[in-house]
């Protein structure tokens, strides 16, 4: 089934300019077929990841550069905070398959933060590619993933350690909380955290729900991102992108 | 790459993997290993010191293949950063570059838009 990226690569081969809703929670920004944000429910907003350090205050700026001439946050904070939410977002979003619904194109539409700085789309679903690989590299189980975080009472060593991230992440954990749900309370980015979460899971500091039917197939590794998008007729996806404009 | 005697150089995010910048012919250097060598290091110190953590503030191995120096810098979002840069053996001053790497980490949190020209 096609994914979400292969319709991104088709509007950067285009040089699109506007926003493509392709899910009911996702959203992508692109500026002459370079991606300028994207949107994803699942993932902290950039207003959260400033919030959550008390960057961001109200009411909310309207453009980037008011964000930075109001002092809470410098250019290059902000850079890397759009890169690692964009990073984020693409990460959840990209693999996603097509929505059944016809996603919606809207010519010309821009995201407040988007503009100042241009992602290739050939570079997010490379990015997204490593990052899969890395987070099965940590630990190929992903019973974790979507379950609440729950800390093992007695760890199996007499000695552990922790980065900064991780000990966030068990402070916070209330074995309600899913990875997810953590990542926006401490204004994290969903993927570092689930990295964490892995990589606790394999240190067996965290409770595995017991899934008797799953364990009996091997540990479902996520697909991997194909690094060159299928092969795409232009002329069809010119005349998609056209009927999608068309639409009411 | 200003540094002299800077061969590679590149800004990792250490938790994320995720490589932000690159220099000179540095596209071809695997980031993974680096952001684990420094990982390891913060691991194996923070276990050995008598307080149990630790804070780096430079890292510095000398190899065959000249001085590496590896920089956390503290981001407030996605963070650390890490700046690693290896330079030669002969031709470069540890102590220059390493002022270079502490200057670059203060613009890291300082940089701000250029003032607006009047219109």
Known sequence: MAAIHTLLTGLAR????????VTPSGKVFVDDGRVTF?????????????????????PRPDTPRALVDGGTVTK????????GAVLDAAYFLLPAPMPTARPKFRPGERHWLGGQWGFEVAWLIRECTRRRAALA?????????????????????????????????????????TPAELAERLGQPAYTVLLAVRRMGSAGLLTVPRLPLRRRHPPERPEPVPRAAPTVDLSVLAAVKKALEELP | MDIPGALDALV????????????????????????EVLRVTMDALAQASTRGTIRIDDMIVVSDQGYHLFRPVDM???????????????????????????????????ETWPPSTPS
């Open chain 1, 38 to 58: 994207l949107e994803c429910a699942g993932t902290p907003t950039v207003e959260r990841l400033l919030t959550a350090r008390g960057r961001l205050g109200s």
């Open chain 2, 76 to 110: 407030p979002f996605d963070g650390p950063l890490v700046i690693y840069v290896r330079l030669d053996l002969a031709r470069s001053n540890l102590a220059l570059a390493r002022r270079h790497l502490q200057t670059i980490s203060g613009q890291l949190g300082r």
């Open chain 1, 137 to 177: 590299q940590t630990w190929p189980v992903d019973e974790l993933d979507g379950v609440p975080v729950t800390p093992v009472a007695r760890p199996p060593a007499q000695r552990v350690t922790l980065s900064a991230l991780e000990w966030q992440i068990l402070v916070s954990a209330d074995q309600v909380s």
């Open chain 1, 14 to 21: 285009e040089r699109a300019t506007g926003s493509l809703s």
């Open chain 1, 76 to 83: 290059a904070e902000l850079q890397f905070c759009v890169v």
């Open chain 2, 12 to 35: 990792l995010d250490q938790l994320s993997g995720t490589v932000m910048a690159t220099g000179g012919g540095s596209k071809e250097l695997d980031a993974e290993p680096l952001g």
